[in-house]
């Protein structure tokens, strides 16, 4: 990412052309965005970030290009000086991951093979009859005999129960 000229003239911008939240210290973007993130057009013509802006501001470096710019609350397009934190691109992963904003590699799997069942075409084998297809399969019923009480196909009993035992339902 190219180095940011930052004016007074540009910081300004960045400080004035907000709003505050009601109660809150957040301060709101009230100017362009661009891709759902707010962004200030620099005096040479191009476009900037405004969180990248305020954070070169506060710092006596500026930010090297694999630098990040996360914000420590949860308003999308807040703007407070004190909300933003500078980090490298690996911690902010780590950081996406200790927030919950989207799940990690493992509740992905799960959510993936628990619902492996119901992802063709309507609803196969619910999970709350897991319990129950095992008990069938221990008492020694085949998958076809199980997938005709419940009218699936042997094959989609076969998949849930694989998908149910990977995930350690049954």
Same mark, same amino acid.
């Given at each position: 990412m190219p180095t940011i000229t930052i004016t007074p003239a540009l910081l300004e911008i960045c400080r004035?052309? !907000? =709003?505050?939240?009601?109660?809150?210290?957040?301060?709101?973007?009230?100017?362009?965005?661009?891709?759902?993130?707010?962004? !200030? =057009?620099?005096?040479?013509?191009?476009?900037a970030p405004v969180r990248r802006v305020l954070a070169t501001a506060n710092r006596l470096a500026p930010?090297?290009?694999?630098?990040?710019?996360?914000?420590?609350?949860d308003t999308d397009l807040c703007v407070y000086e004190g909300h933003i934190q500078v980090c490298t691109a690996s911690s902010l992963m780590r950081h996406i991951r200790k927030s919950k904003r989207y799940p990690s590699p493992l509740e992905i799997s799960i959510a993936f093979a628990a619902s492996w069942t119901n992802r063709r075409g309507g609803a196969r084998l619910p999970m709350s009859k897991a319990r129950e297809v095992a008990a069938m399969r221990a008492k020694g019923k085949?998958?076809?005999?199980?997938g005709t009480e419940f009218g699936v196909t042997p094959q989609s009993v076969h998949s849930a129960i694989?998908?149910?035992s990977a995930i350690g339902i049954i």
């Open positions: 004035t052309n !907000v =709003y505050r939240v009601a109660e809150s210290e957040c301060l709101v973007w009230a100017g362009s965005t661009r891709k759902g993130r707010p962004d !200030v =057009y620099t005096p040479d013509g191009r476009c930010l090297r290009s694999c630098d990040r710019c996360v914000m420590t609350c085949t998958l076809k005999q199980i694989t998908r149910w």
